[in-house]
């Protein structure tokens, strides 16, 4: 119990740090282009107030696209990590995609551009989804390594005594 925990929070961990790290590479190139074509490139809280946003979101998305993704993920997968990795993956895109498209919809966002918008939230959670699930199979081999290294060291003890 304690081990499925500690996994999932160091992969929760490592999928919200590439949330973040993408919203810094996502700004950096936004003001990349604005410095290329000569437009505004916003004022001196535009980079700070997007990766926090990003963050935000990303704390949100934990519990309502990455988790449930891994989960199923690893029941599909039944915890190998290259399946686990598969399903995962198919499964936060499709719940990434529902999610953008109904929040386009929700805020009127033409309907040429809803399956853009669908398209582009379902690329962008594939690599936190991908640094969730292989880091909370790390986790888990590492937790498994310990506890039979533990276990060998008692045998060769209670044979030695």
Do not use: K, N, Q, S
Not at 24 to 43: F, I, M, N, R, S
Not at 97 to 104: E, K, R, S
Not at 114 to 122: C, D, E, N, R, T
Not at 135 to 152: L, Q
């Amino acid at each position: 119990m304690g081990t499925t925990v500690a996994r999932h929070l160091a992969g929760a961990a490592a999928a919200w740090l590439v949330v973040v790290a993408e919203a810094v590479v996502g700004y950096l190139g936004l003001l990349a282009y604005a410095l290329v074509t000569g437009a505004d490139p916003g004022g001196p809280l535009a980079g700070p107030l997007l990766v926090l946003i990003a963050a935000l979101l990303g704390v949100a998305a934990l519990p309502l696209l990455f988790a449930p993704a891994v989960a199923l993920g690893e029941a599909a997968g039944r915890r190998r990590t290259g399946p686990a990795l598969a399903f995962a993956g198919l499964v936060a895109v499709v719940l990434a995609a529902g999610y953008a498209a109904a929040a386009a919809v929700a805020t009127d966002v033409p309907g040429a551009r809803v399956p853009l918008v669908a398209g582009i939230a379902a690329l962008l959670v594939l690599p936190p989804t991908a640094a969730y699930v292989l880091t909370a199979g790390r986790v888990g081999w590492t937790a498994r390594m310990i506890r039979h290294r533990a276990a060998t060291a008692r045998a060769v003890r209670a044979e030695a005594g």
